[in-house]
């Protein structure tokens, strides 16, 4: 194989070995870029976005343990936590290849603002108003602080996850009670026209 | 083409794992098209389209067979019209639209099949638009479009927020992970 003559290809072919055996921590040397005052604010859209990720993938795992959640909703709580637990490692990837320091891993809830009064959840009830309340600030989140970024991939990606945040509304929402319209009535704006810069 | 900050995770292969390989050769091999109101058109408008299938899915002539979903006609005809201002916006012109819903066991599986084509629409034009304004449109029209799907799953029985990262149809995800 002959020598990549650019940064780009050299990356490609970093990448073709990916799929195959090698893992991420090996690869990320190779693949960080190097950092500048410009990447600041990528750093300050992803830094809160993973410590919101973590905190989320905590809460449920919290949920799922909690005494009195059984059957297909703890289920639920244990997928949507791994799900959680995805949007935080390629976030975390992200930001590493930027040459950033990581947020330190999340186990334990008191390290957590977002999960204050976690520990005086009671009932089913409490743990589904708890996870839709972290739920609705994740969809807040993606959908007014990745707009303004130039990273085409952190926007593409902010959009995925938050799909999937939106779907976990809906699913928490029908938990509480709610009909399957009131549930996925998801509004966060008035629309381009007044908020084009 | 040097490596830009617009292309961040495929180039760094963030995620890495399964399908994240993927994707990030399928990025680097394609080159990246620069936002302008003329792409801006081209992305709306074929989002215009996928949307206006969505709604029409939801005007079809007995309701009822919608079930509890049928009130999601309001918020996809909302979408076709503001798609129809932000193409204008663009300096462009909306395309005209005459979009049939999915052909389907059932009205609301033929919704839902054609929200996936628009989240798809909506996803491929993420990040790719050239204002802040127009991102954060597709971005909101997404969560909206994600959450009706998720009912409509409900409805038809199916697991209702299947995948970490949702793309609409045969879309992979940009970056697919493993949880640590």
Known sequence: MSEPTTRR???????????????????????ARAQSSDDDD??????????????????????AEAKGIDGELKRTFERFQEQEQAHATALRSALDSLGFDLP?????????????GIDNLKSENDYLAFLVDLEQEQVRYYASDAPPLDSEDLIRTSA???????????VLREAQGAAPAVAAAIRLGEGAQESQP | MPITRRRLLAASGAGLAGTGAAAALSACGTEIEDPSAERDVELLNVALAAQSAVASAFEIEDARLLGPVQGFAEEATRQVQELGRAIEGAGGTAAETDESPPEAES???AAALALEDAIAAYHAAAGAL???????????????????????????????????????????????????
């Open chain 1, 104 to 116: 330190d891993e999340l186990s334990d809830p008191a390290e957590s603002d977002h999960l204050d």
């Open chain 2, 130 to 180: 050239s204002t802040a304004g127009l991102n954060r449109m597709v971005l909101e029209f997404i969560a909206a479009d994600a959450a009706q799907l998720a009912a409509l799953r409900g409805e038809l029985g199916e697991d209702q927020a299947p995948e970490p990262f949702v793309t609409g149809l045969d879309e992979p995800p940009l970056v697919a992970t493993e949880p640590a």
């Open chain 1, 9 to 31: 290809e050299a990356l490609r072919l970093a990448g073709l070995g990916v799929g195959a055996a090698a893992t991420p921590a090996l690869l990320l040397p190779a693949l």
């Open chain 1, 42 to 63: 990528l750093n300050d859209f992803l830094e809160p976005a993973i410590e919101l990720e973590q905190a989320t993938a905590v809460a449920y795992e919290t949920a």
């Open chain 1, 160 to 170: 995925e996850i938050l799909g999937c945040q939106a779907q976990h509304v809906v």
């Open chain 2, 107 to 109: 009205p609301t599986e």
